[in-house]
Structures are given as C-alpha cells and as structure tokens.
C-alpha cells in the first residue's frame, strides 16, 4: 500500500470508530441511577405509524404527505416513533437476528478473534468495528468539563467504576466509495455474513424512504432532497447483546445496561428483543419505550445532526436501557419468582448516516423567510427562528467533534488480559494491549 493510500485508510479507521461509537453521553443535573421515575399521563407519547404509504409505489402523495405529517410531531414533540407495515421481509429479519443470537452465544475467543491464522474481530483504533465485550463500553464516558460539572457526583463515579453491561458487534458500509474499513466477519456462524448483508440492505432500502418523509414533513420542495447526501454513506450495523442478570451478580450501583445517551448522525432504526429503553424528556422524567413481544415494528430515533440540520426544530432524545427487575424475567422460560429468569435482551440499531462530505446547513424552511412563517408541519402562529444557530459544517466533521468531547479513552482495553483469562481458565495466557493502534489477543 503506498504512503498516500495507508494515510487515507488510517483517516477512514478513525472516522469508522467516531461512526460507530454514535451516541453522545447525556448528562444532566439529576442522577440516573437506573431507576425509572413515573411518567405522569399528561406527557408526550412515542407513536406507532404505520408507514406503508411511504414504502409503496401506489399511495397518493396525500397519503404520504399524511404519514410524513406524523412523523414530523413525533419528532418534534419526543425525537421517538415506532414504524409498523414498514415492508421489511420476516425472513431477512429473523435470519440477522437468529445469526447475531448464535454469534454472541460463542465462547470469548471465537467472538474476539485473531491468533495463528485468524483474523482479528475485536474493535481497535485501526479497526473500529468489529467486537467489544462485555463491559468494554460506557456510553456516559468521556464527558467534557463543563459535563462534569452539571453531572451528579454519584453518575460520574458510577460510570468511571463500571463499563455497560453489554457486548456488541457491529460492521460498517458495504461501499468502498464510503471510504471506512469494509466488513469483517467470525468464521462462525456461517450465515452470518449472508444474513447481516442482506439485513443491512433492508436498513438502506428503509432508510431511504424514511428520508422521504423526513422531506414531506419538512415541505422541502423534492421528496429525494436527501438522497445525494447518503450515496455514499457512512453507516452501520451494531448488534447489542444484554445478558442474564440476577441477584447472584447484581450490577453496581448507577450501572445500566445502557448508560444515558444522544446517537450522533440523522436517525436510528432499532429491532428490539426486550423491554427497558428508555427516552428523556424536557420535564427531566423518563418515558418507557413501547415494547410488545412478537410485535413486528423498529424504533426509530433522531441524532444529534438531524437536530442541528433542522435547527433544533426537531429533537435529537437523550435515551438509555435500564436493567430489569432482578426476579421478573421477561423471557418465555421465565419462572414465577426465581431470581434467574430469562431477562436477556438483544437489539439491532442501524446508524443511519451521511456522506462524510456532505454539507449539512440549516434546512431552509426551518428558518423563517417573513414574520408570517410557521414551522413545517405546525399551525398558523407558530413562529419559525429568524436566524440559524448552528454554522454550516461537513458531515465528517461534525461526527468527529462529537467524537472528541466525548469518547476519549473508550477503547482501553487493559481489562480484556482478566477476562479472557477468567474465561479459558488460564493465568497467564499471552494477551497483548493496543500496540501501534492493534490488538492482538493470542489465545
């Protein structure tokens, strides 16, 4: 490889990790300890649409303009909605998900990787996607000062003593015009590479549709206004695994299965296993996603950049995973009191994101052109702001500030020599840190 081109994959791994690392730490005045507060009856709810008219060729475009309008208050009211009827095949669905279930039920050193004629699966600064263990990951790490300063005490020592309690892989873009390292897959389970490609495909296909709408509902004058800045995108695939918690290892106090967090580029699409995420809203109190078993609908949320796109017209939601009940299994072999229940949960989030080299400037009618414009979507006397909050910017560049301020020191991975070892039941196996930006874990 010439010196211009490693330059170029070098630039890309570090972009890679800033796109799969998307999500911010969300920090407030108030301690989220996990527990989850009440939400009075009288506050937003997340809704369930049916998306159909913008998946099909048929509907008229006042049918679609009618979904778009749906979509558009939820996200402006909660940043949070549930898509149903949204044309995604059962099949390519239940094969990702069964894959990603057998992939994660792997002993440690077939997930990780590596070794005498192995390629290496764990995530590093080089290769950012990829595997990361149990506990390797805190979504509340990394917080600027001025964080840390509006943080409660107990959230900040909480989250410095325990990492998430979560395992996740996860690949990014097919298209080696996105200029990220291309996917990289175990050797088993062997559907799996098959599986999460034609999974991920469905994910654009989704995507795509979803950004007609986001269109409609902002009365942007061309449904496809998105569409060239995502032909080369950057996006990713990450699987989340939760595992069984009981009393016989509780967590530590203030740690969650998934810590208090924004998501960094244009919108989430999350296939869910389980019951526990959360949202946060203006009011400080947390509302309960929807969760039914067996329901077939994703949970699609904003970014951070879709809120800037929009000049905060529109929320990006801080949101986490909170752990359930010790006792209360949410599984199908779960057993009226007993403390190991099946409460296991695993989740599938696509990071839907831009071209790296998009321009991304306030969108034109979130700004008010005369006194008498209202906001997209809105009633008469709903004023738009007169002036843009936010600077133009560069896609790329705005993911990587959001990387800076909050994910310094997120791939330590000093701890992996202890549980590898625990694992193999072998002191002392030979297990080499980051050196020179790469892992190499021999087993």
């Given at each position: 490889?010439s010196?211009?081109?490693?330059?170029?994959?070098?630039?890309?791994?570090?972009?890679?990790?800033?796109?799969?690392?998307?999500?911010?730490p969300?920090?407030?005045?108030?301690?989220?300890?996990?527990?989850?507060?009440t939400?009075?009856?009288?506050?937003?709810?997340?809704?369930?649409?049916?998306?159909?008219?913008?998946?099909?060729?048929?509907?008229?475009?006042?049918?679609?303009?009618?979904?778009?309008?749906?979509i558009?208050?939820?996200?402006?009211e909660?940043?949070?909605?549930?898509?149903?009827?949204?044309?995604?095949?059962?099949?390519v669905?239940?094969?990702a998900?069964?894959?990603?279930?057998?992939?994660?039920d792997?002993?440690?050193?077939?997930?990780?990787?590596?070794?005498?004629?192995?390629?290496?699966?764990?995530?590093?600064?080089?290769?950012?996607?990829?595997?990361?263990?149990?506990?390797?990951?805190?979504?509340?790490?990394?917080?600027?000062?001025v964080?840390?300063?509006?943080?409660?005490?107990?959230?900040?020592?909480?989250?410095?003593?325990?990492?998430?309690m979560?395992?996740?892989f996860?690949?990014?873009?097919?298209?080696?015009?996105?200029?990220?390292?291309?996917?990289r897959?175990?050797?088993?389970?062997v559907a799996?590479?098959?599986?999460w490609?034609?999974?991920?495909?469905?994910m654009?296909?989704?995507?795509?549709?979803?950004?007609?709408?986001?269109?409609?509902?902002?009365?942007?004058e061309d449904?496809?206004?998105?569409?060239?800045?995502?032909?080369r995108?950057?996006?990713?695939?990450r699987?989340?695994?939760?595992?069984?918690?009981d009393?016989r290892?509780?967590?530590?106090?203030?740690?969650?299965?998934?810590?208090?967090?924004?998501?960094?580029g244009v919108?989430?699409?999350?296939?869910?296993?389980g019951?526990?995420?959360?949202?946060?809203?203006?009011?400080g109190?947390?509302?309960?996603?929807?969760?039914?078993p067996g329901?077939d609908?994703?949970?699609?949320?904003?970014?951070?950049?879709?809120s800037?796109w929009?000049?905060?017209?529109?929320?990006?939601?801080?949101?986490?995973?909170?752990?359930?009940?010790?006792?209360?299994?949410?599984?199908?072999?779960?057993?009226?009191?007993?403390?190991?229940?099946?409460?296991?949960?695993?989740?599938?989030?696509?990071?839907?994101?831009?071209?790296m080299?998009?321009?991304?400037?306030?969108?034109p009618?979130?700004l008010?052109?005369d006194?008498?414009?209202?906001?997209?979507?809105s009633?008469?006397?709903?004023?738009?702001?007169?002036?843009?909050?936010?600077?133009?910017t560069?896609?790329?560049?705005?993911?990587?500030?959001?990387?800076?301020?909050?994910?310094?020191?997120?791939?330590?991975?000093s701890?992996?020599?202890?549980?590898?070892?625990?694992?193999?039941?072998?002191?002392?196996?030979?297990?080499?840190?980051?050196?020179?930006?790469?892992?190499?874990?021999?087993?």
């Amino acid at each position: 490889m010439s010196s211009p081109m490693a330059f170029a994959h070098m630039k890309a791994a570090r972009f890679a990790l800033i796109l799969l690392l998307c999500h911010h730490p969300w920090t407030s005045g108030s301690s989220d300890d996990g527990e989850a507060p009440t939400t009075p009856a009288s506050t937003p709810h997340i809704p369930v649409i049916d998306i159909w008219p913008l998946r099909s060729p048929g509907p008229s475009l006042e049918a679609r303009r009618a979904v778009a309008a749906r979509i558009g208050a939820a996200c402006k009211e909660v940043g949070f909605f549930l898509v149903e009827n949204h044309g995604v095949d059962t099949r390519v669905i239940a094969a990702a998900w069964n894959a990603t279930r057998e992939f994660f039920d792997l002993p440690l050193e077939d997930k990780v990787g590596g070794g005498p004629g192995r390629e290496s699966l764990l995530m590093t600064d080089d290769f950012p996607y990829g595997y990361l263990p149990y506990g390797g990951e805190s979504l509340a790490k990394g917080k600027s000062d001025v964080d840390r300063e509006r943080s409660s005490l107990g959230e900040i020592k909480a989250s410095a003593k325990a990492g998430d309690m979560k395992e996740l892989f996860s690949v990014g873009p097919y298209l080696p015009e996105a200029g990220m390292p291309l996917p990289r897959y175990p050797s088993r389970p062997v559907a799996m590479a098959g599986a999460w490609r034609a999974y991920f495909e469905a994910m654009e296909e989704l995507c795509a549709d979803l950004l007609k709408g986001f269109a409609l509902a902002l009365e942007l004058e061309d449904e496809r206004w998105f569409a060239g800045k995502t032909d080369r995108h950057a996006s990713s695939l990450r699987a989340l695994n939760y595992p069984q918690l009981d009393s016989r290892a509780p967590p530590a106090p203030g740690q969650l299965r998934a810590s208090a967090h924004t998501d960094y580029g244009v919108l989430t699409v999350l296939r869910s296993g389980g019951a526990g995420l959360q949202v946060k809203l203006l009011d400080g109190t947390w509302l309960d996603v929807p969760y039914e078993p067996g329901k077939d609908a994703f949970v699609i949320n904003l970014g951070d950049l879709m809120s800037r796109w929009t000049n905060d017209l529109w929320r990006s939601t801080p949101h986490r995973v909170v752990n359930p009940p010790l006792g209360a299994g949410e599984g199908p072999q779960a057993l009226a009191g007993q403390d190991h229940q099946d409460n296991r949960r695993q989740s599938l989030a696509y990071f839907c994101n831009l071209n790296m080299d998009a321009e991304v400037s306030v969108i034109p009618t979130c700004l008010r052109a005369d006194q008498s414009q209202s906001q997209p979507g809105s009633r008469p006397g709903s004023p738009l702001p007169a002036r843009a909050k936010y600077a133009p910017t560069k896609a790329g560049d705005h993911l990587l500030a959001k990387h800076l301020a909050s994910t310094k020191g997120v791939l330590d991975d000093s701890w992996m020599q202890g549980l590898l070892e625990e694992e193999k039941g072998a002191v002392g196996a030979p297990v080499s840190g980051l050196v020179g930006g790469t892992a190499r874990i021999e087993l």
